[in-house]
């Protein structure tokens, strides 16, 4: 059993112990090391599990006293006034219900909301409608609110080296919209995008009538001698963990991105880091934008994997070079933004409680992908995996004699939904599937594995 199960493992027991009233309000926890020697594990085992008790709330620290069990009726958990037979019968109603209509599913864009601290959200949710934050009732800046813009360049500094000012950051509600308003800053910008792409860049480009070259992607990333060919002079990329593919770009193709791009005044590379605070294996990837010394990377993201998808919240930085056609547009949209919205994720951002929240889910993540990688492993002769050291999705290649019919009908008999790659690559002639992993929860893995491995090997 891997460590990384052991403290999942433990965290689930003590967290289960507590909400069934085995441990009471105000009891002293073991201590790390008395734990430890009861389970024959070892502290670092004790010390992840019991962070992730801290973080989600069940338990709190005294210095140089301890752990102690948190106030019972402030946890989000089972009513505690809830008659027990009543909730035992109604939850096995609602199981019932959702075996009868649940499909096993690796979908993509889903995150794991079990692990959501929804109970600092809504303490940050209560400050930002309080009194003193009157004026968030008012319009917001057309960038955006400046408490946010301010976290977010501080987060950005410190995660991923991008150095950036406040009045850099605009605040958007989805990557398309930046996208969107990209467009209109880069006028008359011809652009080169990978092939496959992240869909909403094709979308906003054939919307618009504006004209794209598609450049294929290999395993170390886009062909940047394809670049050389072209007039084209705006790149769109996503170097952390490309879209669909899951390949990183190496830092060689980096700097030959960042080399063309500063060969022009007219250049630029549009940077989506859409996942990049997840990484799994290997030293973390800086973002292009660190690596930039001429103001030649547009920034942008969003906290659709970090947070939680309905959020609708994404960023870009621009360029100070680029600041000025911004404010010089005509017929601006206003920020589409809720004022308070940005402020509830501004304040869990400066609490700290956003580091904490990705550090567990970074965690939690690493731990579905290593399992099903570990379950994947005997079929190797069979199945290719591609794209698994970062975000929240990989590629999977049939290598035995199963067509994409015989899969997918294999598939349905098994209740299973997986996505054909050809969906985002209509050139694609393999037998190969793209596999999202952030929604399925840890209970259901091996469930979902086992399922998986039935329907494509032979």
């Known amino acids: 059993m891997s460590k990384n199960h052991l403290y999942i493992n433990l965290y689930e027991n003590l967290k289960q112990q507590i909400i069934e009233g085995q441990y009471k309000s ?37 210095p140089r006293s301890g752990y102690f069990v948190s106030d019972i009726e402030t946890l989000p958990v089972i009513a505690r006034n ?16 959702t075996q009868s209509v649940r499909s096993l599913a690796f979908n993509l864009s889903e995150i794991d909301a079990e692990y959501f601290p929804m109970k600092q959200f809504r303490k940050y949710a209560k400050v930002a409608f309080e ?21 977010i360049a501080h987060y950005l500094f410190n995660s ?32 080169l995008i990978e092939n496959p792409s992240y869909p909403p860049i094709k979308q906003v480009l054939d919307k618009k009538q504006i004209a794209y070259l598609q450049v294929p992607v290999n395993s170390t990333g886009i062909e940047i001698t394809s670049f050389q060919k072209s007039n084209n002079n705006i790149a769109y990329v996503t170097p952390s963990h490309q879209f669909p593919t899951g390949y990183v770009m190496s830092l060689k193709k980096r700097t030959q991105l960042i080399n063309w791009a500063q060969q022009s005044t007219d250049r630029y590379i549009i940077e989506d880091d859409y996942d990049s605070e997840f990484r799994y294996f290997g030293k973390p990837i800086p973002a292009l934008q660190s690596l930039d ?30 600041l000025s056609k911004y404010d010089n547009l005509a017929n601006k949209e206003g920020n589409t933004v809720p004022a308070h919205t940005q402020k509830m994720i501004s304040l869990f951002m400066k609490s700290g409680s956003f580091e904490r929240h990705l550090n567990k889910m ?25 794209g698994a050291l970062a975000g929240m999705h990989f590629t999977l290649t049939v290598k035995n004699h199963l067509t994409m019919g015989q899969c997918l009908e294999r598939a349905k008999e098994n209740d299973l939904k997986i996505i054909p790659f050809s969906k985002y690559d209509s050139d694609q002639n393999t037998v190969k599937f793209i596999l999202g992993f952030g929604g399925i929860p840890i209970s259901q893995l091996k469930e979902h594995t086992d399922a998986l491995i039935k329907t494509l090997t032979v």
């Open 26 to 62: 105000e009891d002293k926890f073991p201590s790390k090391r008395a734990l430890g020697q009861h389970l024959s594990v070892s502290n670092t085992t004790i010390e992840h599990a019991y962070q992730l008790l801290l973080d989600e709330g069940y338990i709190y620290s005294k």
């Open 82 to 97: 809830m008659d027990q037979s009543q909730h035992h019968n109604n939850s096995k109603n609602n199981h019932e219900m």
């Open 131 to 151: 009194d003193e934050e009157i004026d968030l009732l008012q319009h917001v800046n057309s960038k955006g609110e400046i408490s946010l813009r301010q976290e």
């Open 160 to 191: 991923r080296g991008v150095n950036c000012r406040p009045e850099q950051i605009i605040i958007g509600s989805s990557t398309e919209q930046l996208i969107n308003l990209l467009t209109d800053i880069l006028n008359d910008g011809r652009f």
């Open 293 to 322: 010394t001429k103001d030649k990377v547009i920034y942008i993201s969003t906290f659709s994997k970090s947070l939680f998808p309905s959020c609708r919240i994404a960023y870009l930085v621009l360029p100070n070079n680029l």
């Open 362 to 386: 970074r965690n939690v993540y690493r731990h579905k992908l290593t399992t099903i990688l570990n379950a994947l492993t005997p079929y190797q002769s069979q199945l290719k995996i591609d």
